[in-house]
């Protein structure tokens, strides 16, 4: 057994960052945190927000981003033998590929790291007036690891493609072969030692 939907993540309905409490009037979105016991105190080895704002998706979007964070931050912090595979997860868990090949819970389409999205846009139709415009695409997702002034550094990078203009299937076909060809990059050699120099620095 795997991690569960929501293992590791919290919902926050506000926050303030100065304090790292929540405070009125902030962002709402959602939170991962790893603790672990060591010499009878507790330590935080991993925490990140995903606000909703920053999202197009809102609630939804932010949640996807957070789990793709959250399923790449367990793989490390299980190599590095920080923590302990979550509840009955197999100890061959520790010897997985990247988290970035790992299927998340929440998938619907059946494919590591493509995920179907909901956009909405707002058009104006004059005397002031707005209308919400919905539409769909299929995005493909990924944690890359790259060298940024002699440091190695990590982002989320994401490939779209609208339902509206390939059709459902063929943008679906698109996104998959966008995630293929980029899992190739990620699984390659260059790319596992700018993650390892990553890890090192940031255990």
């Not at 909405?120 to 060298?147: D, H, L, P, Q």
Request: overall charge positive; proline content about 2%.
């Amino acid at each position: 057994m795997g991690l569960t939907q929501m293992a590791y993540i919290s919902r926050i309905n506000n926050w303030n960052y100065k304090t790292k409490k929540p405070a009125k009037g902030r962002s709402k979105g959602w939170r991962i945190r790893f603790i672990i016991s060591e010499n009878g105190k507790y330590k935080n080895v991993g925490d990140k927000r995903f606000n909703d704002n920053k999202y197009a998706g809102g609630k939804d979007e932010s949640l996807v981003y957070a789990k793709v964070w959250r399923d790449s931050k367990y793989a490390e912090l299980l190599i590095f033998g920080i923590i302990e595979p979550y509840r009955s997860a197999c100890r061959k868990s520790k010897n997985v590929p990247p988290a970035s090949t790992h299927l998340t819970v929440n998938n619907t389409s059946g494919v590591s790291g493509v995920t179907k999205f909901k956009r909405r846009y707002v058009k104006k139709i004059g005397c002031g007036k707005t209308r919400n415009i919905y539409s769909f695409e299929w995005r493909a997702i990924w944690i890359e690891y790259y060298i940024h002034k002699e440091k190695p550094q990590r982002k989320f990078e994401n490939k779209s493609f609208s339902v509206r203009k390939y059709g459902d299937k063929e943008a679906f076909d698109m996104a998959c072969e966008a995630r293929a060809k980029k899992v190739k990059y990620l699984l390659s050699s260059h790319h596992m030692k700018i993650r390892q120099e990553y890890q090192k620095q940031n255990k």
